[in-house]
């Protein structure tokens, strides 16, 4: 048995063990070509949905790996993970199904529909912390005073090798496969896989992806060592780690070829795309790499063929609506408009007539008599509009510049 305390890189053997270990467990989730992407991007795209897993994440995988290397006697003590959501659900579930008992750390801050979906796999929630960071320091003390065994979500050579199977599956799936993106966080799953990939056909280009707002592994990289950064909201809150692993970092840097960072605004177009184009579900972690080459940031020449990792769709659901709202903002299919007209009958009228012959359609308005240098006798309208895109809304402003309306765009 590897040792996840000392070991710092992981082998070939030790994935297609994992493989053998987890594989009547774990769905072997398609990785289906997309015309739709292919055509947009200049690459032929492949997309791997580990959203499609019974805990809609890849991180059951190496939850199960390092689950199935306990000894008897550490499995009837049981098991502890801190984790605000994907590693809790797949630590709750595999150790639930064989009957090993199982305390989770959340943070306080955990959305309920996460800690429910814990619980009812079958696991004890303990919530405590503001953070990860605090949680994860919470699970220590719990594992010391009870004798359990701590799961870490990322920086441990076993669950590094569970992960690793994603990328055997898609060496297999994907005959020729030239590239692989995968989102990155503590670097336990792009460890993984860049080892199965790179150690089957070191020609295979490796890139890693993260969220411009915590770019821990890249600034490690950079700087030779992990570092810790400061902390940071992202709506990629899966690989929102600020510090890569002490385990997993030597693997990132032999193997990975390139990290690439993507911003908030790039996400949330990237999951809006997901969702409409190829009605796929996916979070901000599993996005991410999607919107890196949707962004055109890897670099990789036209027709490179390319496994693309949408790594999980365990998003909430208010999040989400804030996250179509603000991808159809950015991708200029919805506009706030103040306009100011005169306070009068059939003001609005006109102006409504105006936008209708435009085929805009009105979904909000808000008047303002009072603030924004309205003039007595006038009245400003803030009026939120769905359109067709950039070309739509150009054209109404030019029809509202020269019918002679005074207008500013709300940002």
């Known amino acids: 048995m590897m040792s996840t305390a000392t070991q710092a890189l992981i082998s070939l053997d030790d994935v297609l063990a994992a493989r053998e270990r987890i594989r009547s467990s774990v769905y072997l989730s398609p990785c289906n070509h997309s015309q739709m992407l292919s055509g947009v991007t200049g690459l032929d795209i492949y997309l791997k ?9 890849f991180k059951e995988r190496g939850a199960l790996n390092r689950i199935l290397a306990l000894t008897p006697e550490q499995a009837k003590r049981g098991v502890v993970a801190a984790s605000a959501g ?5 630590v709750a579930y595999h150790a639930t199904q064989r009957g090993i008992p199982a305390v989770i750390v959340m943070p306080l801050t955990t959305p309920l529909v996460k800690v429910t979906a814990t619980r009812n796999f079958g696991a004890e929630v303990v919530l405590h912390g503001a953070n990860y960071d605090e949680a994860c320091t919470e699970a220590t003390r719990l594992c010391e005073a009870e004798g359990m065994t701590f799961i870490h979500p990322f920086d441990d050579a076993m669950v590094m090798a569970g992960q690793g199977t994603i990328g055997l599956e898609m060496l297999e799936q994907v005959e020729g496969l030239e590239a692989v993106i995968v989102p990155i966080g503590g670097g336990g799953l792009i460890g993984g896989i860049a080892c199965a990939v ?3 056909n070191p020609k295979i280009r490796v890139i890693g992806v993260q969220t ?5 592994m890249k600034e490690a990289i950079e700087a030779g060592h992990p570092v810790t950064l400061e902390p940071s909201t992202t709506i990629a809150d899966g690989i929102a780690v600020r510090r890569a692993g002490d385990v997993t970092f030597p693997v990132v840097q032999k193997y990975v070829d ?6 908030e605004d790039e996400i949330a177009s990237a999951i809006l795309t997901l969702l409409e184009r190829e009605k796929t579900l996916a979070e901000g972690a599993g996005a991410t790499a999607l919107a890196a080459v949707l962004q055109q940031r890897t670099g990789l020449p036209k027709g490179t063929k390319t496994a693309v990792l949408v790594c999980g769709g365990n998003i909430d659901v208010t999040l989400l609506s804030r ?3 603000r991808g159809l903002v950015q991708d200029g299919r919805m506009i706030r408009l103040r306009i100011h007209l005169l306070d009068k009958p059939g003001a609005l009228v006109d102006l409504s007539t105006l936008i209708a012959s435009h085929r805009i359609n009105i979904v909000d308005t808000l008047y303002n008599r009072a603030y924004y240098g309205v003039n007595l006798g006038d ?3 803030d009026l939120t509009m769905e359109t067709r895109g950039p070309a739509q809304v150009a054209e109404l402003l030019t029809a509202l510049t020269e019918a002679g309306y ?3 765009r709300v940002l």
């Open 49 to 57: 949905l580990e959203n499609l897993q019974m805990t809609g994440s």
């Open 198 to 200: 790179k150690e089957s």
């Open 406 to 408: 005074k207008h500013t």
């Open 323 to 325: 996250i179509i709202e």
């Open 86 to 90: 994907n590693h809790a659900q797949g």
């Open 212 to 216: 411009g707002r915590l770019p821990s």
């Open 379 to 381: 009245t400003s309208i």
């Open 258 to 263: 390139e990290i690439v960072t993507v911003e």
